[in-house]
């Protein structure tokens, strides 16, 4: 096994590496053709639909002009891209490619992004976790005992949700170099952070496979676009088994038009950042704070006297944050998004609000 195409293979479900995808109609059409010729192999509507945009043709079910902009951006190839309905998509194909239902395994590393373990059970897959240590780094020894020659997938969320901590450098080279599967470093959250992104290094790891998105610091959730950054094998395996048009006309449309304004991105995740640092050191004065752990995401893992209570509190005061003090070394845990700075003042009066209200004063 020498090629990273004979590596790739030799990881791919021998189903997936068979398959042959469907073709669909604008696959082999060049850039362009829909405004030159006419179209009429796809069963469109040549007279169009209600609305006064048009959305009658299929959009590019290879999204070229998307990863083109990408590309730029990323400073990779776009042929070292996967572009996804969500990074989420990304996650579930990853599963359907590598992982063998009832016979593969995935490494996880809680507590860490839920969606790893509910993709694993919806692809029967076996979940093996390696806890983060109580300080939320994570703990190499309990991740090689879990490791097998069917450990296909081994998720490491950098920064992790809902820690917000970033992995150290020298375990994620460790596992790139030692790990017999693809190793997923997800990096939803890389913005908010100070460091580079790993995917600088998709061609120096055949087994790296970055996963990024427009959903946080581009502030465009709703629009659903994710992408996937490795090798071209691994990118044309996603490609071959993903739906056609996986991305809708509106959100390549918009994405595109999104990806001009990076500095409107970047002004922004600045904003959220300071935000951040006053929210946290606002936080640590209050009563019934007892941690605020640090963070390098657009959110705050906050360490409570009674999570249970203050969650239920903030809930009826119209304030919903995520109660995470179910997770593995997370008692007493809510996780709260950096909001405006309007609204990080509405969550500090409230919490200093419950104070006030459930101590008891003795006389
Ligand atoms: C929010 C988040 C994502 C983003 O998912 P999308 O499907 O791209 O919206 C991915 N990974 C983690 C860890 C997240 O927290």
């Given at each position: 096994m020498n090629t990273v195409q004979e590596k790739i293979e030799a990881l791919t479900r021998p189903n997936i590496r068979s398959l042959k995808p469907y073709s669909s109609a604008r696959d082999e059409a060049p850039e362009g053709i829909l405004a030159q010729r006419i179209m009429l192999d796809?069963?469109?509507?040549?007279?169009?639909?209600?609305?006064?945009?048009?959305?009658?043709?299929?959009?590019?079910?290879?999204?070229?002009?998307?990863?083109?902009?990408?590309?730029?951006?990323?400073?990779?190839?776009?042929?070292?891209?996967?572009?996804?309905?969500?990074?989420?998509?990304?996650?579930?194909?990853?599963?359907?490619?590598?992982?063998?239902?009832?016979?593969?395994?995935?490494?996880?590393?809680?507590?860490?992004?839920?969606?790893?373990?509910?993709?694993?059970?919806?692809?029967?897959?076996e979940i093996r976790q390696a806890p983060l240590r109580p300080d939320f780094l994570p703990d190499p020894e309990a991740i090689w005992r879990q490791t097998d020659q069917h450990s296909k997938l081994l998720f490491i969320c950098s920064p992790n949700n809902?820690?917000?901590?970033?992995?150290?450098?020298?375990?994620?080279?460790?596992?790139?170099?030692?790990?017999?599967?693809?190793?997923?470093?997800?990096?939803?959250?890389?913005?908010?952070?100070?460091?580079?992104?790993?995917?600088?290094?998709?061609?120096?790891?055949?087994?790296?496979?970055?996963?990024?998105?427009?959903?946080?610091?581009?502030?465009?959730?709703?629009l659903r676009v994710g992408m996937a950054l490795s090798n071209p094998f691994v990118i044309n395996t996603?490609?071959?088994?993903?739906?056609?048009?996986?991305?809708?006309?509106?959100?390549?449309q918009l994405g595109l038009k999104a990806l001009e304004r990076p500095d409107k991105m970047h002004a922004k995740a600045a904003q959220i950042v300071a935000e951040r640092q006053r929210l946290a050191l606002a936080l640590v004065e209050l009563e019934a704070v007892e941690t605020v752990f640090p963070s390098d995401a657009n959110f705050l893992l906050v360490r409570v006297k009674d999570a249970?209570?203050?969650?239920?509190?903030?809930?009826?005061?119209?304030?919903?944050?995520?109660?995470?003090?179910?997770?593995?070394?997370?008692?007493?845990?809510?996780?709260?998004?950096?909001?405006?700075a309007a609204e990080n003042d509405q969550v500090l009066a409230v919490i200093q609000e419950f104070t006030n209200e459930t101590t008891i004063i003795l006389p």
């Open positions: 796809a069963n469109e509507n040549s007279y169009g639909g209600p609305l006064e945009e048009d959305f009658s043709r299929y959009p590019d079910p290879q999204q070229r002009v998307l990863k083109q902009a990408l590309a730029k951006l990323k400073n990779v190839q776009e042929n070292q891209i996967f572009i996804g309905n969500g990074s989420d998509e990304a996650i579930d194909l990853l599963f359907r490619a590598f992982v063998q239902p009832g016979q593969d395994n995935v490494i996880l590393l809680p507590p860490t992004y839920g969606m790893y373990a509910v993709q694993g059970n919806i692809h029967d897959a809902p820690t917000g901590q970033r992995m150290p450098d020298e375990l994620v080279l460790e596992l790139l170099h030692k790990f017999p599967g693809l190793v997923v470093l997800d990096e939803a959250y890389l913005e908010f952070s100070a460091h580079a992104s790993w995917a600088a290094r998709i061609s120096e790891f055949s087994n790296l496979v970055v996963l990024q998105t427009l959903s946080k610091a581009w502030g465009l959730a709703g996603l490609n071959k088994i993903k739906y056609p048009y996986n991305l809708n006309a509106k959100t390549i249970d209570g203050l969650y239920q509190f903030m809930a009826q005061k119209g304030i919903v944050v995520r109660n995470r003090s179910r997770e593995i070394h997370c008692e007493n845990c809510l996780r709260i998004t950096i909001g405006t």
